[in-house]
């Protein structure tokens, strides 16, 4: 497989092959690829859950949060 960078991309990566991380250009393009899947995987969290929540503030589920004491017992699960 091969792949086109544009200059500015290119510079980037033989900047962090330069800086001994990594071995070559390849480690380079996996390592931030895995790091884009981590990404995307973690939005996908994030989207779920904000769903959720707005749900809960439609059925009125919503707890009225004042502090940062009450939102710390509310996160521990504390009444």
């Known amino acids: 497989m091969n792949i086109s960078l544009t200059p500015e991309l290119e510079k980037m990566v033989q900047a962090k092959v330069a800086s001994g991380l990594y071995n070559n250009a390849s480690e ?36 009225p949060v004042t502090s940062k004491k009450a939102f710390a017992a509310l996160v521990r699960g504390e009444k």
């Open 28 to 63: 380079v393009i996996r390592e931030a690829l895995r790091a884009s899947l981590r990404q995307e995987s973690e939005n996908d969290w994030l989207r779920a859950q904000a769903a959720i929540g707005y749900a809960q503030l439609e059925a009125g589920e919503a707890v």
